[in-house]
């Protein structure tokens, strides 16, 4: 792959690996899982279904794919490495460490954050993803003390020499956080935040900017309600995160959208959509037109949804009167 980054692709950050401008967000592949009786899922899915998506996402020129060892415990990985057959030296790979999980019973059952940990877990992705590296390994404790975050630098750094890994970063939406982290380590080369139209997130992003980063965006579709599909009378299901929403997501609450985030997706609903987008693509285009390091990784489990986000990369980023108009609208 070159470096010379254009519309339809970006450059993560100071690793210069360079991957598609949208990527594919593999947490809903994974199926039900649950912590307890807290589902931490997207609720049953199809497998063929997605692989047929992740083998669609490479014929649209999306290359990108993000997932994480405790979706669906373990099995989110398992699929990707099917959908990805063959086809392994075309792609970049990020996953992501520090929860512990059974396979067997779908249960996560904690959280590892210790350098031993650390090691077993990626030789385990490695295996369940049939590869013998991975492009970005994340650590997956959102709030995870920064000491402990620190602690794992010198690790991962190992895991680069050796070949099992190309860079790292941390899913965090702490900014002093990520620039700790980010600065400790040369291969630390991006972090993943939540951001949307609906979820502003300039303080992570500024510290990509300053640091050479790339700003992975989860969330980017607001858990679904920028893809116009809910109403105040959607209902989700038991096995899905959204049905029975933890306290860290507030779009949803009861098993239903709330309310007052309907109200801002109605509010920017037209601007989104002009132009000839859908709204979920134009909420993908105000992610590309806030900086030219942001990648959003919309979750994705059918070949529909794949190919509405892939429709976005020919779009490219909001323009600047149109971003500028988002942010009048929601009072920002």
């Known amino acids: 792959m070159t470096t010379t980054q254009t519309t339809r692709t970006r450059i993560l950050g100071r690793s210069g690996i360079q991957v ?30 997605s692989v047929r998506a992740i083998r669609r996402a490479l014929e649209l020129g999306v290359t990108f794919f993000d997932t994480a060892d405790v979706y669906g415990a373990g099995h989110s990985e398992r699929v990707l490495a099917r959908g990805l057959s063959g086809r392994r030296d075309e792609v970049v790979i990020a996953t992501k460490f520090g929860n512990l999980f059974d396979e067997a019973s779908r249960q996560n059952i904690g959280v590892d954050s210790t350098p031993e940990h650390l090691r077993r877990a990626v030789r385990a992705s490695l295996s369940r993803l049939d590869t013998d590296r991975i492009d970005l390994y994340q650590l997956h404790i959102n709030d995870l003390p920064t000491a402990q975050a620190l602690d794992l630098v010198p690790v991962l750094e190992e895991l680069v020499t050796e070949g099992l890994i190309r860079a790292y970063g941390w899913s965090t939406d702490f900014p002093e956080r990520a620039s700790a982290f980010a600065g400790a380590g040369g291969h630390a080369t991006a972090i993943q935040h939540d951001f949307s139209v609906l979820h502003d997130s300039p303080g992570v992003l500024g510290v990509c900017e300053q640091l050479d980063l790339a700003s992975i965006n989860r969330g980017p579709l607001a858990m679904g309600l920028l893809t116009g599909k809910y109403t105040v009378d ?11 929403a933890p306290d860290w997501m507030d779009f949803y609450r009861d098993g239903r959208p709330a309310p007052e985030w309907l109200d801002r997706v109605a509010a920017v609903r037209e601007i989104l959509r002009s132009g000839g ?25 059918t070949v529909a949804q794949l190919e509405e ?9 909001l323009p600047a009167d149109q971003l500028a108009e988002v942010e009048r609208l929601l009072g920002r």
Do not use: K
Not at 234 to 244: F, K, P, Q, Y
Not at 281 to 299: E, H, K, N
Not at 309 to 317: K, V
């Open 234 to 244: 959607s209902r989700l299901g038991a096995d899905d995160v959204r049905g029975i």
């Open 20 to 49: 598609s401008a949208l990527g594919m967000g593999c947490w809903a592949i994974g199926g039900p899982f649950y912590a307890g009786s807290q589902p931490l899922g997207w609720g049953e899915v199809d497998d063929e279904e």
């Open 309 to 317: 986000n892939a429709g976005a990369i020919a779009h490219g980023p």
């Open 277 to 301: 987008r859908t709204l979920a693509q134009g909420a993908l285009g105000w992610l590309w037109a806030r900086s030219r390091r942001t990648v959003p990784i919309p979750g994705i489990r």
